[in-house]
């Protein structure tokens, strides 16, 4: 009895054996800051660039003998690279779950990146997703993400002065004026909350990858419309689709076109703005919000301060409302994902589902074409679009 029960104990240790490197090859990662840095009880002031033509921040990085352009982007609990231009010297790890703009949910491969320098900070065994990019923003090479405050270092964005502040020293911003908000983690990036009516409240991811200033969710909308004493915010309605993620668009629903009294951000109001409802990705403060004050992370009391350029209790935004969105069709083509009824857009005859085929004679094969076309200002283009029926008619309008 004892040599059959060496012998099954033997066959079983063999068969873990074999099946031990499949187990690795799915291996799954975990949220990990298990990185790090090159420097102690410092505060690193870095240059930022702006990206052309929008708000968002871009921080030069060196990875190797190579120069890079990385979003800087508060809505990423990692950092990431693409798997379309991947960064040589990178260690894969394995597989992780991760969600999108629109909160889908993809299994994604992660890696290690090599030593990653910012300014003079180096990152060392830095751990980043790797994405499909369904759109090729200008120059971003990858993606730095919340990680670095979640390892516990301080953040000032203060594009104002074209600068990023980075420190280990816990005290650096304690004393400075502002507006305090505490901020929460879900799924790693910060939730705090603001107030779009009277009444009001809710809890919004703050999301430097987004370039809009305010977005609300729909069932957020829906909670809150009761409540709006004002029902001349609501400006419009109509079906669609407009956010995109890397997973893809989110699904088509009714659309709620808003022009907000105010948006209070820890007891600061932005009057004056306008914005629109989301279906999927959850209610978010985006880049915009880094025109009107620099924004510090201070990891250790969970604290958001937000600091107002022009040093009052308001501002103005004024901003324009999203009057139309195009976004790739199921076979990939530009089509008309979102009109409004009130625009220049409607009224010219575009409608929703319509797919762009030519523009001024130009065939737009894609909607990575479409993404490549630059408009001209002011310009009348002739387009020729296929309508849900598959009729073919030529729209003119200025884009």
């Given at each position: 009895m004892r040599d059959i029960k060496t012998g099954s104990v033997r066959r079983c240790i063999v068969g873990l054996l074999l099946l031990f490197p499949l187990a690795m090859l799915g291996q799954r990662a975990r949220y990990s800051l298990d990185f790090t840095l090159s420097k102690k009880n410092f505060a690193d002031t870095i240059a930022i660039v702006l990206e052309p033509n929008g708000n968002r921040v871009l921080l030069p990085v060196s990875i190797g003998e190579k120069d890079y352009l990385f979003l800087l982007d508060t809505g990423a609990s990692h950092a990431v690279v693409y798997e379309d231009a991947?960064?040589?010297?990178?260690?894969?790890?394995?597989?992780?779950?991760?969600?999108?703009?629109?909160?889908?949910?993809?299994?994604?491969?992660?890696?290690?990146?090599?030593?990653?320098?910012?300014?003079s900070l180096t990152l060392t065994g830095c751990q980043a997703t790797v994405q499909r990019r369904r759109v090729r923003h200008g120059n971003i090479d990858g993606i730095i993400g919340f990680d670095l405050v979640?390892?516990?270092?301080?953040?000032?964005?203060?594009?104002?002065?074209?600068?990023?502040?980075l420190s280990d020293?816990?005290?650096?911003?304690?004393?400075?004026?502002?507006?305090?908000?505490?901020?929460?983690?879900?799924?790693?990036?910060?939730?705090?909350?603001?107030s779009p009516f009277r009444d009001y409240h809710e809890r919004v991811r703050f999301d430097t990858g987004s370039p809009r200033l305010?977005?609300?969710?729909?069932?957020?909308?829906?909670?809150?419309?009761?409540?709006?004493?004002?029902?001349?915010?609501i400006e419009g309605r109509c079906q669609g689709r407009w956010m995109m993620g890397f997973s893809g668009t989110e699904t088509r629903g009714e659309v709620v076109f808003l022009a907000l009294d105010s948006l209070s951000v820890g007891g600061y109001f932005l009057r004056d703005m306008h914005t629109l409802s989301t279906q999927q990705g959850n209610s978010h403060i985006g880049a915009e919000l880094l025109k009107y004050g620099a924004v510090t992370f201070i990891p250790n009391k969970k604290t958001m301060l937000f600091q107002p350029y022009n040093e009052e209790g308001s501002c103005e935004v004024g901003n324009k409302q999203v009057e139309k969105a195009v976004v790739p069709s199921d076979d990939g083509l530009p089509m008309i994902g979102l009109v409004w009824e009130r625009s220049e857009a409607?009224?010219?005859?575009?409608?929703?589902?319509?797919?762009?085929?030519?523009?001024?004679?130009?065939?737009v094969g894609s909607f990575m074409d479409y993404r490549r076309y630059r408009p001209i200002n002011q310009h009348v283009y002739t387009f020729e679009v296929r309508d849900w029926q598959g009729e073919t008619k030529t729209v003119m309008a200025t884009w």
């Amino acid at each position: 009895m004892r040599d059959i029960k060496t012998g099954s104990v033997r066959r079983c240790i063999v068969g873990l054996l074999l099946l031990f490197p499949l187990a690795m090859l799915g291996q799954r990662a975990r949220y990990s800051l298990d990185f790090t840095l090159s420097k102690k009880n410092f505060a690193d002031t870095i240059a930022i660039v702006l990206e052309p033509n929008g708000n968002r921040v871009l921080l030069p990085v060196s990875i190797g003998e190579k120069d890079y352009l990385f979003l800087l982007d508060t809505g990423a609990s990692h950092a990431v690279v693409y798997e379309d231009a991947m960064i040589a010297g990178c260690e894969t790890v394995g597989t992780i779950d991760s969600y999108d703009a629109n909160d889908q949910k993809s299994h994604v491969q992660t890696v290690k990146l090599p030593p990653l320098t910012i300014g003079s900070l180096t990152l060392t065994g830095c751990q980043a997703t790797v994405q499909r990019r369904r759109v090729r923003h200008g120059n971003i090479d990858g993606i730095i993400g919340f990680d670095l405050v979640n390892k516990g270092l301080q953040m000032k964005i203060d594009v104002e002065n074209r600068r990023l502040v980075l420190s280990d020293r816990k005290k650096l911003f304690v004393k400075e004026p502002g507006y305090r908000m505490k901020y929460r983690l879900r799924w790693n990036v910060p939730y705090m909350d603001v107030s779009p009516f009277r009444d009001y409240h809710e809890r919004v991811r703050f999301d430097t990858g987004s370039p809009r200033l305010y977005v609300i969710n729909k069932t957020s909308f829906d909670k809150g419309e009761p409540l709006m004493a004002n029902r001349e915010q609501i400006e419009g309605r109509c079906q669609g689709r407009w956010m995109m993620g890397f997973s893809g668009t989110e699904t088509r629903g009714e659309v709620v076109f808003l022009a907000l009294d105010s948006l209070s951000v820890g007891g600061y109001f932005l009057r004056d703005m306008h914005t629109l409802s989301t279906q999927q990705g959850n209610s978010h403060i985006g880049a915009e919000l880094l025109k009107y004050g620099a924004v510090t992370f201070i990891p250790n009391k969970k604290t958001m301060l937000f600091q107002p350029y022009n040093e009052e209790g308001s501002c103005e935004v004024g901003n324009k409302q999203v009057e139309k969105a195009v976004v790739p069709s199921d076979d990939g083509l530009p089509m008309i994902g979102l009109v409004w009824e009130r625009s220049e857009a409607y009224k010219a005859g575009f409608r929703e589902g319509d797919i762009i085929v030519r523009a001024d004679g130009r065939d737009v094969g894609s909607f990575m074409d479409y993404r490549r076309y630059r408009p001209i200002n002011q310009h009348v283009y002739t387009f020729e679009v296929r309508d849900w029926q598959g009729e073919t008619k030529t729209v003119m309008a200025t884009w």
